[in-house]
C-alpha cells in the first residue's frame, strides 16, 4: 500500500520595498497596466519589468473603486537635471531618470479650490475592508488604525510628468509590489515631503522607486508623448512643507495650497516664483563706444512656467495641450 504522504504548503508573504531585490519580474504578463500588480521575483527570461500606468486607468488589481476627481490635463513639462543638495545625494540608478524634490514649484498641478482626490471616500472604501486596510497600511509603513488620519494629511494634486514610483497592487490578500511609471495627469496624494504616496485611480499605495539593473522591458502599452528621457523621480523635501506651489492646469496660472488641505478650502493664486539669477559675463565698469547700453526688460506675455527653487531646477511649459 503507498505510504501517506502529507503535502505543507508555504506561503511566502511579500516583502516591503526595502527588502526588494534590484531586479523585478511579474509571474503572469498583464495585458493592462493600469493599476496592475506585481511580485519581486527577478526576471529569468529577460530582465527588469517597468509598469506603464495610463493616468485615468484603474487596472485589475486595484486596493479600492476610483476616487479620482481631475479630469483636465495639464500642460506637458521638460526638465533640466536638478543639483543634489549639498550634503546629500540623489538617485543615480534609475536610468536616467531625473530627480527633482518634492518641494519644487511647479512639480505638481492642480484645479484652484478642487482636489484632484476624494480623499473622504478613499478612507471609507479602505475601513470597509479589514484586509485590504491591513494591507495598505503595512506597504505605507503605518498602523491600520492610522489609516484616516494618514490619508486626511496628505495633499492631492496631479502629476506634471511621466514619474517613476514603486506601485502597490492588491492580490491574495497582501500589497504585490512592482516599479511603474505613472502618466502626466495622474491625481495622486502626497506627503509633507512631496512625495507621491497614493494613486487615487485604484488607492494603491506608492513608496519611492528603487533602482533596477539592466534595461527595463516596458509592460503595458505606452501612451502617447511618451519619453523614457524625460521619465522623473521625486525626492523628499529636505524639510517639511507647509504649503506646496502647484500649476493650475486649468489656465496656467500659480497656487499655493496648503499641505493637508483635502478639500483645497485654503487655494490662494500667487505670482510666478522668481527665478535664480543666471550668472553672466561681467561688464566692464568703463563702458567703450562697442559696448550695448542695456535696455530695460520687457514684460513677458507668456504664460508662467515653473521656475527654479534653492534646491531644485524648474520644470519648463512648452505650451498647453
Same mark, same amino acid.
Given at each position: 500500500m503507498p505510504e501517506n504522504r502529507r503535502e505543507t504548503r508555504v506561503r511566502v508573504p511579500t516583502r516591503t520595498y526595502r527588502t526588494y531585490a534590484t531586479a523585478f519580474a511579474i509571474s503572469v504578463a498583464l495585458a493592462v497596466a493600469g493599476c496592475s500588480g506585481g511580485g519581486d521575483k527577478t526576471a529569468t527570461d529577460g530582465g527588469p519589468e517597468l509598469f506603464m500606468q495610463p493616468a485615468a486607468a484603474e487596472g485589475p488589481d486595484p486596493f479600492t473603486d476610483s476616487t479620482a476627481t481631475s479630469t483636465a490635463t495639464p500642460s506637458p513639462v521638460t526638465r533640466s537635471p536638478q543639483p543634489a543638495p549639498s550634503g546629500t545625494s540623489s538617485p543615480t540608478a534609475h536610468q536616467g531618470a531625473r530627480s527633482y524634490s518634492g518641494s519644487t514649484p511647479g512639480l505638481y498641478g492642480g484645479t484652484h479650490s478642487v482636489g484632484s482626490c476624494d480623499v473622504d471616500a478613499q478612507v471609507r472604501f479602505l475601513t470597509a475592508d479589514q484586509g485590504k486596510a491591513r494591507a495598505f497600511a503595512e506597504a505605507s509603513g503605518i498602523s491600520q488604525a492610522d489609516i484616516p488620519g494618514f490619508l486626511r494629511g496628505l495633499t492631492p494634486v496631479v502629476l506634471r510628468a511621466d514619474t517613476r514610483v514603486t506601485n502597490h497592487g492588491y492580490r491574495s490578500g497582501q500589497a504585490a509590489g512592482f516599479q511603474s511609471v505613472l502618466q502626466?495627469? *495622474?491625481?495622486?496624494?502626497?506627503?509633507? #515631503?512631496?512625495? @507621491? #504616496?497614493?494613486? /487615487?485611480? /485604484?488607492?494603491?499605495?506608492?513608496?519611492?522607486?528603487?533602482?533596477?539593473?539592466?534595461? &527595463? =522591458? !516596458?509592460?503595458?502599452?505606452?501612451? =502617447?508623448?511618451? #519619453? @523614457? *528621457?524625460?521619465?522623473?523621480?521625486?525626492? @523628499?523635501? &529636505?524639510k517639511i512643507i507647509v504649503n506646496i506651489t502647484i500649476v493650475n492646469i486649468v489656465n496656467n496660472t500659480w497656487i499655493e495650497r496648503k *499641505?493637508?488641505? #483635502? !478639500? /483645497?478650502d485654503h487655494d490662494h493664486r500667487v505670482p510666478p516664483p522668481h527665478p535664480r539669477p543666471t550668472p553672466s559675463t561681467p561688464t566692464p565698469s568703463t563702458p567703450t563706444p562697442s559696448t550695448p547700453t542695456p535696455s530695460a526688460p520687457t514684460p513677458s506675455t507668456s504664460p508662467p512656467? @515653473? *521656475?527654479e527653487s534653492h534646491s531644485s531646477k524648474p520644470p519648463t511649459d512648452r505650451g498647453t495641450t
Open positions: 502626466t495627469g *495622474t491625481a495622486v496624494l502626497v506627503d509633507d #515631503r512631496g512625495l @507621491p #504616496r497614493m494613486r /487615487c485611480a /485604484c488607492g494603491n499605495p506608492l513608496k519611492p522607486p528603487v533602482a533596477l539593473q539592466g534595461t &527595463p =522591458s !516596458h509592460q503595458g502599452r505606452p501612451w =502617447s508623448g511618451y #519619453r @523614457p *528621457t524625460q521619465v522623473i523621480v521625486v525626492t @523628499p523635501a &529636505p *499641505t493637508g488641505d #483635502r !478639500h /483645497c512656467t @515653473p *521656475t
